[in-house]
């Protein structure tokens, strides 16, 4: 009998050790809600203790019925302690922000790396968020960092449009939290625009890709923007200020965790930059946006969090530009042959759009290898542009010899005058519902598959038109007068299957299929991704690409010059190539990354555009072939200890093959015989050589003083004169060289973390920007006038010379 009774006793030992057991999880996370990796977690006294994974989280076995104090300890930030006395059996969540330490600043931005993040993935990049906040731009607009990036290109530094790899802006996918967003129509230059969509504020997570992308993302030829708001585990908020505007960001989350919320109002007015044009006048440029992120977790088990969770995404933008230019005076051409172009004006331009947005997604864990999501959106775009403007101008030469008269007028070479008048209309609505489904089928596959409906509805009234008076002469330059609508649906699905070979070697392949019944077309595009680390060198990987993607018109394609739709259209279509290589590598005791990529796009069906400013004019015809060859290359890391930065280099060529243009053909006398297809040009957005660099430094004994310098340079950009297809794209335009360097001060007040805390002031950033630091006089768009013997000129339109800028970010 007391030969069973000890087996019994050793056979329940466990379980009584198990019952006196207890669990504690959570996340560590930084002031900015941004995970912490490999931050400690122990119990203090003991040799207890776990460490974060990638996305802050931890989970640690405690003993129960013990009073405890659960420590948390990460380089460059404040310890902290939490006292609990836990149950047998019981589990509870603990999360934890860390503060700064002062006396620790130089390592505030040192984050455990993982290098493997992207290196499955060809051509995808993640950014730091916390990066968009202090880069130096001119309205501190989120997509100014991706011009930093190989391959990324924009010659504007008053847009948030970007070109990746020879593609134009209505060629990028952007996603915040799976849910696609729009831009507006109508817009035509850099000056009216608003913000992006993308609030830096509320950001989490940032992934880029610019090319080769997965058959989950959606039917566009050019680059993916994948946004991943956050989601707060306590209150927090900050207020930023500068001479081009401001925002203010509120976040937080209920006590037991299960609902979280995200804020962010941001007012913009490019006022101050805008006095730097060469156009003189009175400018009135107001944006104005507010957003919100709400996450609920709806699971009813209290001990499976997030098992069922929905957020909800809203969004209001709205934007009133209005100017009421005055003169101009342009002084251009050559040294030796200098001309001056002056113009007074009367009349005023307005243009006026609002933007609601509306996005659900809900999301339920089937089980632990089965997550679903089914996500409703919709867009309301209401869009104005009223335009009377009348132009006198006066074209001369320059008398640059004399001293006398040096720098007047000599001789008029054509006075003239041009009218212009619009009253445009547009109201879009865009509603979609999709489905995805995430399969782990077991550690080393991964099934993703989803479908999409979506409905659009457009009406578009178009009333503008223009005149030219040349010497008592008057030419009507265009005239418009339509209206027109588009009722559509689309319909797409996609399946695709991750695979890991083994430890080393992972392929991605699958479909995606997408239908349009407005023509009828259905497109169906396979996609391959293969990668693989190199036994011999763990450092050195190498992946490759192939696919086919399709991008079916949107309203913009559809459109011509004459604003008349063509229902026969078709989608463009692009076959992408691509191999590349990740090498990380250490110096100076620091990691490193070096990524290159080679690429070539070959692209058919294309539909040619012409390019003015930010405004994109289609031929809406499928009338083009195209190609696009590169070679884009990378090196980030810490240059500057406890700082990131990097250095970009992309270069590209793109031409355009397109049936029915011509040119004309001599003879050796110089007379004019005939004409000929000119066969291959180069495309609006050939732009050989693009380098963008973004670097950080600091003081060594006072990492709070640093450094920001932001700096992009791109071979001139293509152009033509109007109406001359023979000489579309015929000249190159200058360089775009930009500088933009800022200095801060990090003045740290402290955070008291305690449960009955108060609103404190956490730390005020206090930064001074010099804007384009060398005064380059970059062009944005020619303006063509004509003289009295017919002679066309090119007259540059210039942007914004080197402006100051004070800056303070408010952390609290």
């Not at 989280?57 to 405890?68: G, M, Q, R, S």
């Not at 499955?120 to 990066?131: G, H, N, W, Y």
Request: proline residues 4%; charged residues 25%; neutral net charge.
């Amino acid at each position: 009998m007391q030969r069973y009774l000890s087996v019994w006793l050793l056979i329940l030992m466990p379980l009584g050790v198990f019952a006196q057991r207890a669990v504690v999880s959570g996340t560590v996370q930084d002031p900015d809600r941004l995970p912490l990796e490999l931050a400690t977690v122990g119990v203090k006294g003991t040799t207890l203790a776990t460490q974060t994974d990638a996305q802050g989280k931890y989970t640690l076995k405690v003993p129960a019925e013990e009073d405890l104090v659960l420590v948390v300890r990460y380089l460059g930030f404040k310890e902290q302690e939490r006292s609990l006395r836990l149950k047998p059996g019981e589990s509870i969540s603990i999360d934890f922000v860390l503060a700064p330490d002062p006396q620790q600043l130089r390592m505030i931005d040192v984050r455990g790396k993982n290098g493997n993040d992207t290196r499955e993935q060809v051509s995808v990049t993640k950014l730091d968020p916390r990066l968009t906040k202090e880069l130096p731009s001119a309205y501190g607009d989120f997509n100014k960092i991706l011009v930093t990036l190989p391959g990324v290109s924009s010659n504007n530094e008053l847009s948030s449009t970007y070109s990746v790899r020879g593609g134009n802006y209505d060629e990028n996918l952007v996603y915040v939290n799976g849910i696609e967003i729009y831009r507006p129509f109508l817009i035509t230059n850099a000056q009216q625009e608003g913000l992006s969509f993308v609030n830096p504020d509320l950001v989490g997570n940032i992934e880029f890709s610019s090319g080769g992308w997965q058959p989950k993302y959606g039917d566009k030829l050019s680059s993916v923007l994948d946004i991943k708001y956050k989601r707060p585990t306590e209150f927090a908020g900050s207020v930023t200020g500068s001479l081009t505007g401001g925002a203010l960001h509120l976040e937080s989350a209920s006590k037991n965790r299960k609902v979280s919320y995200l804020l962010g109002l941001r007012h913009k007015t490019g006022a101050y930059l805008l006095q730097g044009l060469q156009v003189d006048g009175e400018y009135r440029p107001n944006f104005s946006d507010a957003q919100a992120y709400i996450s609920f977790d709806l699971t009813k088990d209290s001990l499976k969090r997030e098992r069922t969770t929905l957020g909800i995404l809203g969004s209001y933008a709205r934007n009133d530009f209005l100017v009421i230019p005055e003169t101009r005076e342009t002084t251009f051409g050559t040294r030796q042959a200098p001309l001056r172009l002056t113009v007074g004006y009367d009349g005023r331009e307005k243009m006026a759009y609002e933007t609601y947005q509306l996005g659900a997604n809900l999301s339920h864990k089937v089980s632990d290898n089965l997550l679903t999501e089914f996500i409703l959106s919709g867009v309301h775009s209401l869009e104005r542009e009223f335009r009377d403007i009348e132009a006198l101008y006066r074209l001369c030469d320059v008398n640059m010899l004399g001293k006398n008269n040096m720098g007047e007028c000599l001789r008029e070479r054509g006075v003239g005058s041009q009218f212009d008048h619009a009253r445009n209309k547009l109201k879009a609505l865009v509603l979609a519902a999709e489905s995805r489904n995430t399969w782990r089928l077991s550690s080393r596959s991964t099934v993703l598959a989803g479908a999409k409906v979506s409905l659009e509805r457009i009406e578009d009234q178009l009333a503008e038109y223009g005149f030219r008076d040349s010497s008592d002469f008057v030419t009507p330059a265009y005239y418009l007068n339509t209206a027109l609508s588009l009722n559509s649906m689309r319909y797409n699905a996609y399946v695709q299957h991750t695979y890991e070979l083994d430890s080393l070697k992972t392929i991605t392949y699958g479909i995606r299929a997408n239908h349009w019944d407005y023509n009828g077309e259905t497109t169906i595009t396979p996609r391959v991704q293969y990668s693989f680390i190199t036994r011999h060198n763990p450092d050195l990987s190498f992946k490759a690409a192939v696919g086919f993607y399709y991008q079916p018109p949107f309203y913009r394609e559809l459109r011509d010059f004459e604003g008349r739709l063509n229902p026969e259209i078709k989608a463009q279509r692009s076959i992408h190539y691509i191999i590349g290589s990740d090498y990380l590598f250490k110096a100076w005791d620091r990691d490193f990354k070096l990524t290159a990529e080679a690429y070539y796009k070959r692209m058919s069906r294309v539909i040619p555009y012409d390019l003015d400013n930010v405004r994109l004019r289609y031929y809406a015809k499928n009338n083009a072939k195209a190609y696009a060859a590169g070679f884009d290359v990378r090196v980030n890391g810490e240059f500057i200890k406890g700082a990131e930065s990097w250095l970009s280099l992309g270069v590209l060529t793109t031409k355009e093959d397109l049936q029915g243009d011509s040119a004309f053909v001599y003879n050796d006398q110089g007379e004019i015989t005939g004409k000929t297809g000119r066969g291959y040009m180069r495309r609006p957005t050939d732009q050989l050589l693009n380098v963008g660099v973004f670097f950080q430094d600091h003081l060594p004994d006072n990492p709070t003083i640093r450094m920001y310098l932001n700096l992009v340079y791109g071979s001139g950009l293509p152009f033509g004169p109007p109406n001359r297809p023979e000489y579309r794209n015929a000249f190159s335009g200058k360089s775009y060289k930009r500088i933009d360097i800022g200095f801060s001060k990090l003045i740290v007040l402290g955070h008291d973390y305690a449960e009955d805390r108060k609103v404190s002031l956490e730390s005020l950033w206090l930064g001074l920007e010099v804007l384009n630091l060398i005064d380059a006089k970059n062009r944005v768009s020619y303006s063509y006038v004509s003289d009295v013997n017919g002679l066309t000129y090119a007259v540059p339109n210039f942007l914004t010379g080197r402006r100051l800028n004070l800056r303070f970010i408010a952390r609290f």
